[in-house]
């Protein structure tokens, strides 16, 4: 039975919403594979994928059955009790990355706050108090809690909150004479986004990561990586660390492991995680059964040679159509990115005017990202099909021809 519900709009936002967001001025309510539908029933192409979380689209059937059956059988114990669909997809995990041990939790800044947690107490418990300084990069992004905060380079995030979390340092992105210069005996561990994310869809250089590497194997510290955003399948591997070749000691995962489930994960080896023992660390939620048995019908479609291969046969439609674009109407400078995250660099004229990029592309039926003020970000899902991409990208090429002739 269905109950009435009173009817709310974008102006309520402003009225009961905490105004930490800006949201846009329509309110989507029905989403089907990358199309959504706004409360006056226009429809808009998805290339935003509720930023690089909806691996499969809206409503993908594969996770509807997931989430129906599962909340049809069990939805929460917490952690006095395990549950299957946790040691399921625990075990998918470990079997597909370097990873010996999972724990799970229910977003990204969650589990880097595990990873940074983990870190210091493995340095405390076999190097003493000293050894506890964490090194990150400028611009980075890690979360919005104290610590996530803290690490994350951008003094906009952490600024304004009194004292932060202390030890922290940041040196700039693919900088690895930089990184040489800062680490040192006292540094616990490294976090680096393999591509960063937020702030301009920014492609680690192969050889920084090997050198960051070979610079905590040196000192003795752990080399973290936060693919909260870059994790299963986006970059057309299933996590970014793989593409890589470089292996992390810790690795966190959220985003699109969920589908738009919340779920977030850290892994690490058997040696690392057993500095975590019973009682160090905890959350209510994380590992619950709905999350659980919702990613590992994500890991079951993405995580196979053939949905991988598509994913970076789509980027290469995307790019090449985005090139062409930006180009013919001089928009952007450079196209950047690995599978399905990718950045476009807007060029000279338009830098600091990706909002209105996002604007006029809203105006023409499309949802697209900015990744700060001069970088337009795609992250649509990742089984999008190629017909979608097409049409999205026609809308997107009138967006910039409208924006461009003004
Ligand atoms: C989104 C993001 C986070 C934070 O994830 P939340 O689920 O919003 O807490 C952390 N790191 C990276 C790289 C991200 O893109």
């Known amino acids: 039975m269905s109950v009435e519900q009173a009817p709310v709009h974008r102006a309520d936002f402003d009225q009961v919403m905490v105004p930490n967001y800006a949201p846009a001025g329509f309110i989507p309510v029905r989403g089907e594979g990358s199309r959504v539908w706004d409360q006056s029933g226009r429809e808009l192409i998805d290339f935003a994928g509720g930023i690089a979380v909806n691996a499969l689209g809206h409503a993908h059937p594969a996770l509807v059955k997931a989430l129906t059956d599962q909340a049809n059988t069990l939805w929460h114990v917490s952690n006095v009790f395990?549950?299957?669909?946790?040691?399921?997809?625990?075990?998918?995990?470990?079997?597909?990355?370097?990873?010996?041990r999972a724990f799970f939790c229910n977003s990204g800044a969650e589990a880097n706050?595990?990873?940074?947690?983990?870190?210091?107490?493995?340095?405390?418990?076999?190097?003493?108090?000293?050894?506890?300084?964490?090194?990150a990069t400028l611009n980075s992004f890690h979360g919005r809690t104290l610590f996530t905060v803290s690490v994350g380079g951008q003094p906009k995030y952490s600024d304004g909150f009194g004292p932060k979390i202390t030890g922290i340092s940041h040196v700039p992105y693919n900088d690895l004479d930089a990184l040489k210069a800062q680490i040192s005996d006292k540094t616990c561990a490294v976090v680096i986004e393999p591509i960063q994310g937020e702030s301009g869809v920014v492609p680690a250089d192969q050889a920084?990561?090997?050198?960051?590497?070979?610079?905590?194997?040196?000192?003795?510290?752990?080399?973290?990586f936060d693919e909260v955003q870059t994790g299963v399948g986006r970059t057309g591997s299933l996590y970014a660390y793989q593409h890589y070749g470089v292996t992390p000691d810790i690795l966190t995962s959220a985003k699109s492991?969920?589908?738009?489930?919340?779920?977030g994960a850290m892994l690490t080896t058997e040696a690392l995680?057993?500095?975590?023992?019973?009682?160090?660390?905890?959350?209510?939620?994380?590992?619950?059964?709905?999350?659980?048995a919702v990613a590992c019908a994500v890991l079951d479609v993405i995580n196979t040679p053939q949905a991988l291969a598509a994913i970076r046969a789509k980027h290469e439609r995307f790019s090449t159509r985005l090139a062409?674009?930006?180009?013919?109407?001089?928009?952007?400078?450079?196209?950047r990115g690995l599978g399905l995250l990718i950045g476009c660099v807007l060029a000279e004229p338009w830098k600091g005017k990706a909002k209105q990029v996002l604007d006029a592309a809203e105006a023409e039926g499309l949802m697209v990202l900015q990744a700060g003020p001069d970088v337009v970000r795609f992250a649509p899902s990742l089984v999008i099909e190629d017909a979608d991409i097409d049409e999205g990208l026609?809308?997107?090429e009138r967006a910039v021809a409208t924006l461009t002739q003004r």
């Not at 549950?83 to 597909?96: D, F, G, Q, S, T």
């Not at 492991?257 to 779920?263: D, K, S, T, V």
């Not at 660390?281 to 994380?286: C, D, I, L, N, V």
């Open 82 to 100: 395990t549950n299957e669909p946790a040691l399921r997809l625990a075990r998918k995990l470990v079997e597909a990355t370097f990873a010996d």
């Open 113 to 135: 706050e595990a990873a940074f947690k983990l870190a210091r107490r493995v340095a405390h418990d076999r190097f003493g108090p000293e050894k506890h300084e964490i090194i």
């Open 208 to 224: 920084y990561l090997e050198g960051a590497r070979d610079l905590c194997d040196q000192h003795d510290a752990l080399l973290i």
């Open 257 to 263: 492991l969920g589908g738009g489930f919340p779920i």
């Open 273 to 292: 995680a057993s500095h975590l023992a019973v009682g160090t660390h905890g959350t209510t939620y994380g590992g619950n059964a709905l999350g659980c």
């Open 324 to 335: 062409q674009i930006g180009e013919h109407y001089g928009l952007f400078s450079q196209v």
């Open 394 to 396: 026609d809308r997107f």
